[in-house]
């Protein structure tokens, strides 16, 4: 693989753990089983972001009700301020067979007059110096809506993806199993950039608001390979990636290794133009993540890719990884 520096461009934040509204019946914060979250989604001016929390608790007289905490994190992890100042965290109550929503516009995002900005929401029990996901409903969904403001139509609309442990893989460093979780198979054509966001949730409790500090401060590493139907490597006569701050010529396999910082996340951006095949049609592909150990082995991780539309850097669509058992 052969790569060229070019210029440079950074999607990296700060992880807040977790959806805390699910897994409530869990006291146990240390498995490296899956746990429940939204990743990276980028939004853009004249779209609106909603995050809607379903109690579906049965309907008991006695029921009270239930708090739960709404914060938009930016690329670095912490609660987005409005151009006042104003922090981007909202508070909703709900009984049993209610479903409270919030609308963030994008247009209060910093940046988003600029062009797309990377965001994530994060959800929690509402007391007093945060609390721990028990407090919460033990029956409760969430799902996100990304919005037309104009239109008032929904081009996105997803519940919460999955954090799970990716193993070694063979292409990994050292070589191991195949990985548990992946993706499936998705097309793209040129016109199109493939975004790869991944959020590193490394072991321990969850971290909630107000404290949203790192107590872990070593990185880690995961490895993306992109391969096509027959599950061959795609090689690349030569295209542009972007990672790590840098937009780099690539010729070879379309492959990455990220380093991504405790508690952060990372973006991989792919001109799909670069794909062979994307110029004449549309181009199965399925990337396949592989941990860099020890320290990559020793995390949980929450993928998502987006499908932008070149022209107008929106997104298009939002791809949440594929999960399956093993036996």
Known sequence: ???????????????????????????????????????????????????????????????????????????????INA??????RFVRTTLPGQTASVDFDASLVPGTDRGAVPVRPF???????GCNRDSLPTESFQSLELMEKASGRTIIAINPGTAFAILQGPGSIPPGPPIRSAFAAFSVI???????????????????????????????????????????????IEGTIVINDVTLTLVGPLQATLTVPACASASLDIDAASIPGTADGNVRIRPVIA?????????????????????????????????????
């Open 123 to 129: 959800i929690a029990a509402a007391c007093p110096n």
């Open 1 to 79: 693989m052969f790569l060229k520096p070019w210029r440079f461009f950074l999607v990296v934040g700060t992880l807040t753990c977790c959806t805390a509204l699910a897994a409530a019946q869990d006291g146990d914060h240390d498995r490296d089983d899956a746990s429940p979250g939204f990743g990276l989604l980028s939004v853009a001016q004249g779209q609106i972001l909603r995050v809607n929390l379903t109690d579906a608790r049965p309907f008991d007289p006695g029921s009270t009700a239930a708090a739960m905490e709404v914060a938009l994190l930016g690329a670095d992890g912490q609660i």
């Open 190 to 236: 040129a016109g199109q950039t493939i975004r790869f966001n991944i959020v590193n949730i490394p072991p321990g409790p969850p971290i909630v608001p107000p404290d949203l500090a790192c107590t872990h401060d070593q990185p880690a590493q995961v490895q993306v390979s992109f391969v096509d139907a027959e599950g061959n490597n795609i090689q690349v």
């Open 83 to 88: 151009g006042d100042g104003t922090p981007l």
């Open 291 to 327: 941990a860099v150990c020890p320290n990559g082995c020793n995390r949980r991780w929450l993928p998502t890719i987006e499908l932008v539309d070149s022209a107008t850097k929106r997104t298009t669509a939002l791809i949440m990884p594929a999960s399956h058992q093993e036996r």
